[in-house]
């Protein structure tokens, strides 16, 4: 069943992935008649085949599916407007968190996992709190962003269980770190170059959740 459950996902991913690729280019660009290349169509149908296909694979036969399925998507787009014009979009990120958010409430009804809801609420405001308070210190370090994004991984990661929070930062800041260095080395960055985190981030928190085992409730 999760096999066949993850083949769907991995349709609809690809279904979804025209659409995707429409939002990131129309978000990064911000012209709503903004199109599209083929080829970013063809790679974001892939990626949002993959993502989707994960959640099933990750959280079992469960409402926690539809959480990290909703939360693919909105990675998938996340990750394309950071790069192409090193924003996080509020459009994507606040409708993410509130889906994120209702599904792990259905899921907590059906499993009686109400526990691991109040944590990934608290992991999301602590998360937030935390990287704004790091922004005040020095605001060149982190965008607004970056900020929101934080809070949904807190919310995502946070619900798995503190060490995944933690887990998925840490992966997500390595992963930057060696992704900013591979660049310098080839000559396609320099030290001072602008790098986008929020794909490390959203890579992270699929590493995390891997590492992660059973989830609560499963």
């Known amino acids: 069943m999760i096999a066949a459950l993850a083949a769907a996902g991995a349709l609809l991913g690809g279904l979804l992935g025209p659409r995707l690729a429409a939002a990131t280019v129309r978000l990064a660009r911000r012209d709503p008649t903004a199109r599209p290349a083929p080829r970013r169509v063809v790679a974001t149908c892939l990626v949002a085949a993959a993502a989707i296909a994960a959640a099933p694979v990750l959280a079992g036969l469960r409402p926690a599916a539809v959480a ?19 924003r996080l979009p509020d459009r994507v990120t606040a409708p993410a968190a509130l889906g994120v958010a209702a599904a ?5 009804a059906v499993t009686g996992t109400w ?12 998360a937030w709190a935390v990287l704004t308070g790091v922004r005040l210190v020095d605001p060149r370090s ?3 962003g970056d900020v929101k994004l934080l809070g949904l991984l807190g919310l995502l990661l946070g619900w798995a269980g503190w060490d995944v929070l933690l887990t998925g930062v ?10 900013s260095l591979l660049l310098i080395a080839t000559g396609r960055a320099q030290w001072r170059t602008a790098i986008a985190f929020g794909p490390p981030l959203l890579l992270g928190a699929y590493v995390a959740l891997a590492l992660a085992g059973p989830l609560p409730g499963a």
């Open 104 to 108: 792990l409430t259905v899921d907590a």
């Open 68 to 86: 990290l399925a909703w939360f693919g998507g909105a990675a998938v787009v996340l990750a394309g407007v950071d790069l192409a014009s090193h």
């Open 142 to 144: 982190f965008g607004g």
């Open 170 to 179: 840490f992966a997500g800041l390595l992963i930057g770190a060696l992704g």
């Open 115 to 126: 526990p691991a809801v109040g944590r990934a609420l608290l992991a999301a405001a602590v």
